[in-house]
C-alpha cells in the first residue's frame, strides 16, 4: 500500500496517530504510550518523504483537539498531554524538513500551522499548570519551522510591523511582533531584522516599538546562543552593514529615550547593540571622540552612574544592572586572545555590578524574583568566565546567613556553568570543588527546613558530617517554616539535587579529609537524597534525587564516596539506601512506584557494574556478604524486629575499622550487616510488585530479578562458592526474568505465568517469608475492606472503618491513582483495579504459601513419632498425629481459614467475583504444599454439616461450601502442578469424600442437586485416576463404601423424570456415576461390612449379587430405550449416545467386578452364558473377553488359595526396597501398641529368619533405635521393640549355646564339694557373724573370673545368628556406603549403626547389650532359662547376681562407684577391660554370610501367618498414614501398602475363618514352644531333617488339646512308602528320646496322616 497509494497510507498512519492520543483513547496505560511513541516515530521517519502530507495532517489534527470542547479535569489533562504529544512530533518533523519543500508548503505552514502554534504563545496565562509548557513546546515548534521556513515567519513578522504603523494606540495588537524572541536566527537573518525594524521604528506605535525593542534583544541572544562563532568572528572581523544598522538603529532607540522610564526600557538593547559594533566600543574608548558617537559615550557614562548608584532614579540604577549583565554575557563569548576593548568596558563596570546585585545587607530587587534571580545568575556565570579566580561573590552566596535567594542562585549558576560550556575557552567547574564542604552543608540545611516545612518527619541522617557537626546541631527551628520559606526551600532544595545530579563530584570531593571523614560525608549526602525520594509532596524533587542516585552510582562517582575503602563504603552506603527504598516501596509511601522501580533496576545495573569492575579485590568486603544455609532452609541470619531494623539503617553510624568497615546502629543492632538486610528487602519490594494489577510494575519487577542473579553471580565468583548460597532460589528468579522479555498476551495470563513461577520457588528465604506474612497482612486488610462495601463508604464526611488512608503500593506516574485495597483506608469496588489486585494478592499467597509452611518446619503436616521404646524413657518416641489444627494461629493456616470462608461469600456486589476466583486459585494456583493442610481445613469443616447421630444439616451455605469444595478438589486433582504428587499424599482425603457422598445423597432430586452429584462422581472418577498420589488409610474399605453409594444413583430418577432436560441430566448423571464406578472397582475385592454374622464367602458372593444385577438392570434399561429411540426416528439420536456411552461403561463395571472377585463371582455370572436372551449372552460374552483381556487370574478358584494369599501376605512384609529399607515392616513396627510388642518381635524374627533376611530386619530395627538414644547409656535399656527383637533372637538362637556354656559351670558351683560351703554374701550389712568378708570376696571373684575366662574363650561357638546381631550394633569396616553402590554392596559395606551415632563408645554398647540381655539373665535365673532342672540355693543365687554385677560393669567399661562393697572389684574390672573389648570385637566384626548360616527358622508356622495377618488388619490404616507422612515415602512408593491392603480385602478380617480349607483353619497360635524345642536341640543340624525338609510332605497347622503344633503328611507327594516309615520312626525316637510322644494317625482312605505332638 506504502508503494502504490502513498497518499492513502500515509493518511491511514496519521488517522491511526490521532485515534490513539489521550483526548480520544482516555487515559494512558503502559501498552497505549508505547504505542503512540511508535506512530509518533513512524510519522517523523515519513515526513523525511512525504514532508507536506505529515505536516498537513498534524495540523489538521491540532487544529481539532484545540476547538475540542472539554469538561472534567481528567479530560483537561488528557488534553494536554495530547498538545504536547502533537506539538513534540511537530517539532521533530520540522527539524527533519528536507531542503526541496516547495514554496506551496512553505505557503501552507504559514496560513495553517503558524497560526495555531501562534496561539499557544499568544494565549499564555500566568500560573496556568499547563500553560508554561504547551509555550515551551510551541517555541521550539516555531524555532524548527524557522529554520527553514524564515521567510514565511519573517513575512508574516513584517506584515504586522507594516500594520502596527497604521493603526492606532488602542488596535494595536503585538503578539506577532512577538514571535521575533522564538524564531531562528543567524548573522544574516539578524542584520534583516534589523534593517527591517530601522526602516519602520519611527512609524511604529509606542507600545509597537516598546515590544520591539524587547524582542530584538532575546532575537539577539537567540543567535549568540545558538550560532557562537558567528557573534565572535564578529570580533574577528568586524561587519560594517551589521554596525551600520546596530548603529542606525542605537541613534533611533536614544532618541526615543526621552524620560526616565524610556531610558530604563531601552538600555539594555542600546548595550546589545553597540556590542554589535565593536569598532565604535574601540573608538568611544578614546579620549576623544567624534561627535557622531558622543551619544554612545555618554551612554556608558550614564550607566556607570546608575550603576554606582549616582543617577538619582531606581529605575535607572536597575536598568543600568541588567544592561551590564547583557555587557558581561555578551563578552563571554568572545576570546579573550582577541584582545578586545570591551574587556576594559566590563571591567570598568563589573566592580559596581557585583556590589549592587550581591549585597546581603540590601538586596537587588525589582519586585519580580523570578527576573532577578535570573539577572543574578547571568551575572554569577559571566563573572565566573570572566575570572573563575575571583570567587568573592561565591562566598557571600555560600554564607549560611546570606539570603535564601542568593544561594538560589548560586546554585543554578553552578548549575548552568557545568551544562553549558560550548566555548572552549569558558573555565571549567574544578575551580569551585574547594567549596564541596560548604555546598554539603547548604543541602543538609536545606533539605531539614524543606521537609520540616512540609510536616514531615526531620530528615534522618547516616552519618553527620564531621566538619560541620557542630553547625548541623546548632540548626534548630522553634517553628515551622512559613509556606513561603517552604516554597522558596523547596526550589533551592530541587536546585542543589540537579546539581549533584550535573556533576555528583562537586559534592563528592573532600579535599585533605581521611577516609572516615569522607565515607561520613558521602553517606549524609546519599541519604539526604534517599530521604527525598519517598517525598509525595515534592514529585519533582523525587524525581530529580532519583537521577542524581544514579548519577552517584556510576563508577567514576562510586569511587569518589570514599576512595581510601571504596568497596566496604559502597556495600555500607548503598545497602542502606536500597534498604530504605525498599521498605518505604513495601510500606506503601510512595507514588509513581512504578517509576522507582524502574529506578531501582538502573540501580543496581550499576551496582553490578561496580561490583565487576572491582571483582578481584571485593574479597576485602567478605564480611558484608552472607550465604544461606540450603540443606537448612533459611539464611544464616540473625532476624530483627522491623521497627529496630527500620531505624538501624537510616540511623547507622559508619565507622572505619582496621582493614575494614562496620555498622553501629544508633538503636543497638550493633554488628548487623545492612548489607543482608538490604537484599532481604530488596527480594520483599520484588515479591509484592507481582501482584500488582499494573502490568508495567510486574515486568519491571521481574526483570530486577535478573540483576539479583548478577549479583550472586559475581559474588560466587568471588568468593568460589555455588550461587545458590547466596540466592538459594536462583533459578526461579532467572526465570522470572526471561518471562520479563517475553510479550504477554495479558494481565490474566501474566498473573497466571506469575503463580506458577511462584509455586517454583523452593527454599524458604527471609525476603520470601517475609513478602507473604506483609502481602497477607494487607490482603487481610483489603478483604475486610471488601467484605463491608459499602459501609466503608464515606458517610457524612467520615470513614466509618477507622483504616488510615495511605498511598497504595502500585500507583503509575500518569495515574497518579490511590489503590485502597492495599493502602488502607475505603474502597471503591467499581474501581476495578480495585478488586484485581485483591485477585492478585490471593493468588501470590496460595502460589507462595508453601515455601512459607517450609520455612515453619512443615508446620500442620501429619508426622508420625516412631514408638521405639516408652514414653518416658526416649524422646519423640509416642505415635501421634501432629494435625494442621495444632498450628492454627500460623499466617498461612489462617490466610486457609479465610479462604474457606470465603468460598461461601454472598457478598451482594462482589460475592460471585469472589467465589469463582477462590474456587479457581485454590484449585488451580494454590501450592502443592499446602495441599495436606488444605484437605484437613476440609475435613474438619465438612465434618461439621453432620449432628452428634450423623445426620446431615442441610442448609444452603452448606450446600454451596460442597459444592465449592468438589470443584476445587477435582481442578487440583485435575491440574498436574510441579510436585503435586509428592504432597497429595501427606493426607488421606478419604474421610472428606465420604462426607461429600453422605451430604449429597439428601440433596434430593432437582435440577441443581443432580448436577452437583454429577460433578461429585466426575471427581471420584479424577480420584482414582490420581491414586497412585494419593493416601488411603483403608482404601479398600473406603472403595467398597463409595461403590455402595455411589450405585445408589444409578437408574435413581432416570425412568421417573418427565421433563427431558431432567431427563438428560438424570442420564448425564447416571453416565457419571457409572463411569466413577469403573474407576472404583478397577482391582477392587469385595469387602462386606464386618460383624453382620455372615460368613465371609456367603457375605461377598451376596454383595456381587447385588451388584451384578443392577448393572444387568441397567443393561436392560439401556436396551429398551434404546429401542423407544430407534422408533422415534432422528428426534432422539443425542440421548442415543448417551444411552451408548452408559452401556459400554457398565460393561467395563461388570468386567471389572467380576475381575477382582472371580471367586465370589462367577458362580452368579457363569450362567449368563446360558441365558435364554441373545442379548444377555452377547453381554456375558462381551464380559468374559474383557476380563480375559484384563489378564484375570483364576489361580484364586484353585484349592490353596488361601494359603498361597498368606504366602503372598509374608513376601509383602518382608519385601526389601533398593536402600535396604523395610516398608511394611518398619511402618507396622512404628504403629503396634507396645502391648503387643513380644509378639511382633517373635512374628518378624520367625518370618525375617525363613526368609535370609534377618540381618536386613535386626539393621532396620537397631538403626531406628540408635537414632532414637539420648545416650550410649540408655541404648537397649528401655523395653523398646528393638530391646525385644534382640531379645528374642538371644533366647531362639542362643539356647544352645548358654547351655553349652552356663550348664558344666553352675553344675560345678552347685554340686562340687569345693563350693558346698562357700558363701558369696559381699554386703557388709547382709553377712552372717560367722562370715568373712575377705574370703566371701575372694570366693566370688573366683567364681567370677571362672565364669569370665570361660565366656571370653568361647568365641568359637557363639552362634552365626548372634554375631549377625551383634555385627548389626557394631561393624568394623572402612569403606563407606557409596550413593551409588549396588544394594549387593550396601548390604555388605554399610557402616556400624552404634559407630555412627556414638562412635567413642560403639563397641560397649554391643558388650553392654550382649550381657544385659543375654548372658546375665541366664546366669542369674538359669532354672527359668532352661539351663537347670531346678532353683540354685539362695546362697548360690545371691552369688550369681553378685557376679553378673561385676560381669555387666566389665562390659559396660565402667567402675563401681556408688555400691561401697563392690568397690574392692573395681581392680579386677579394670584389668579385665581389655580381655572383654577382644571378645567383643571377635564376636561383632565379622558376619557370616546368609547362605552359610542354618535357618533353624526356615519353618514358618500358623500361629504366626496368622498373628501377622491380624496385626496388619487392625493397624492397616496406621500403617497407610505412616507410609504416607514417612520421609522414605517418595522413594518407596504405595504399591507396597496397595498389595498389602488389597491381599487383606481378600482375606476378610482375622476373625472369618473359612471351615472347608483345614490348612490355615487352626486356632490362633500364640506359643513358641515348638520353635524353640526345634532350635535348642538343633534338630535343624541333623541331616536326616534335612532329608525330610526337602521331601516337601509336611506343614504344620494347629496345635493339639495341650497347646502343642500339629503337623499334617501329604502321603500323595511320598513316593516311598518305606521312606516315610524310616523317617517317621526317626522322628518319633528322636522325640522321645527328649520326653515327647508321636502319635501317628492314619486312614484308608486319606492320603493324609496326622501326626499329633502329645
Known sequence: MAAHKPVEWVQAVVNRFDEQLPIKAGQQNTHTKVSTEHNKECLINISKYKFSLVISGLTNILKNVNNMRIFGETAEKNLYLSQLI???????????????TMRLDETMLVKQLLPEICHFIHTYREGNQHAAELRNSASGVLFSLSCNNFNAVFSRISTRLQELTVCSEDNADVHDIELLQYISVDCSKLKRLLQETVFKFKALKKVAQLAVINSLEKAFWNWVENYPDEFTKLYQTPQTDMADCAEKLFDLVDGFAESTKRKAAVWPLQIILLVLCPEIIQDIAKDVVE????????????????LAGHSGSRQLTESAAIACVKLCKASTYINWEDNSVIFLLVQSMVVDLKNLLFNPSKPFSRGNQNADVDLMIDCLVSCFRINPHNNQHFKICLAQNSPSTFHYVLVNSLHRIITNSALDWWPKIDAVYCHSMELRSMFSETLHKAIQGCGAHPAIRMTPSLTFKEKMTSLKFKEKPTDLETRSYKFLLLSLVKLIHADPKLLLCNPRKQGPETQGSTAE?????????????????????????????????????????????????????LFYICKKLTSHQMLSSTEILKWLREILICRNKFLLKNKQSDRSSCHFLFLYDVSGGGPSQISLDHEEMIRCAPGATLRKGKGNSSMESTAGCSGTPICRQAQTKLEVALYMFLWSPDIEAVLVAMSCFRHLCEEADIRCGVDEVSVHNFLPNYNTFMEFASVSNMMSTGRAALQKRVMALLRRIEHPTAGNTEAWEDTHAKWEQATKLILNYPKTKMEDGQVTMNFSVTESLHKTIVKRRMSHVSGGGSIDLSDTDSLQEWINMTGFLCALGGVCLQHRSNAGLATYSPPMGPVNERKGSMVSMVSTEGNAETPVSKFIDRLLTLMVCNHEKV???????IKDLVGLELSPALYPMLFNKLKNTISKFFDSQGQVLLTE????????????????????????????????????????????????????????????????????????????????????????????WVMGTSNQATDEDVKCLTRDLDQASMEAVVSLLAGLPLQPEEGDGVELMEAKSQLFLKYFTLFMNLLNDCSEVEDESAQTGGRKRGMSRRLASLRHCTVLAMSNLLNANVDSGLMHSIGLGYHKDLQTRATFMEVLTKILQQGTEFDTLAETVLADRFERLVELVTMMGDQGELPIAMALANVVPCSQWDELARVLVTLFDSRHLLYQLLWNMFSKEVELADSMQTLFRGNSLASKIMTFCFKVYGATYLQKLLEPLLRTVITSPEWQHVSFEVDPTRLEPTESLEENQRSLLQMTEKFFHAIINSSSEFPPQLRSVCHCLYQATCHSLLNKATVKEKKENKKAVVSQRFPQNSIGAVGSAMFLRFINPAIVSPYEAGILDKKPPPRIERGLKLMSKILQSIANHVLFTKEEHMRPFNDFVKSNFDAARRFFLDIASDCPASDTVNHSLSFISDGNVLALHRLLWNNQEKIGQYLSSNRDHKAVGRRPFDKMATLLAYLGPPEHKPVADTHWS?????????????????VHEKEEFKALKTLNIFYQAGTSKAGNPVFYYIARRATNKQNFCSISMWKIQDWSDQRRFIDISCTANSEAILCKAI
Open 291 to 306: 561627535e557622531t558617537k558622543m551619544n554612545k559615550k555618554l551612554f556608558l557614562d550614564n550607566l556607570r552612574k546608575a
Open 1562 to 1578: 487352626s486356632l490362633n497360635l500364640t506359643s513358641s514352644k515348638f520353635e524353640e524345642f526345634m532350635t535348642r536341640h538343633q
Open 86 to 100: 502533537i506539538l513534540d512530533t511537530l517539532e521533530k518533523c520540522l527539524a527533519g524538513q528536507p531542503k526541496d
Open 957 to 1048: 451455605t452448606n450446600t454451596q461450601f460442597v459444592e465449592q469444595t468438589i470443584a476445587i478438589m477435582k481442578n487440583l486433582l485435575d491440574n498436574h502442578t510441579e510436585g503435586s504428587s509428592e504432597h497429595l499424599g501427606q493426607a488421606s482425603i478419604e474421610t472428606m469424600m465420604l462426607n461429600l457422598v453422605r451430604y449429597v445423597r439428601v440433596l434430593g432430586n432437582l435440577v441443581h442437586a443432580i448436577q452437583i452429584k454429577t460433578k461429585l462422581c466426575q471427581l471420584v472418577e479424577v480420584m482414582m485416576e490420581r491414586r497412585d498420589d494419593l493416601s488411603f488409610c483403608q482404601e479398600m474399605k473406603f472403595r467398597n463404601k463409595m461403590v455402595e453409594y455411589l450405585t445408589d
Open 525 to 577: 549526602l546519599i541519604t539526604g537524597l534517599v530521604q527525598l525520594v519517598p517525598q509525595s509532596s515534592m514529585p519533582d524533587i523525587a524525581q530529580e534525587a532519583m537521577e542524581a542516585l544514579l548519577v552517584l552510582h556510576q563508577l567514576d562517582s562510586i569511587d569518589l564516596w570514599n576512595p581510601d575503602a571504596p568497596i566496604e563504603t559502597f556495600w555500607e552506603i548503598s545497602s542502606q539506601m
Open 911 to 917: 460475592g460471585l467475583q469472589i467465589r469463582t476466583n
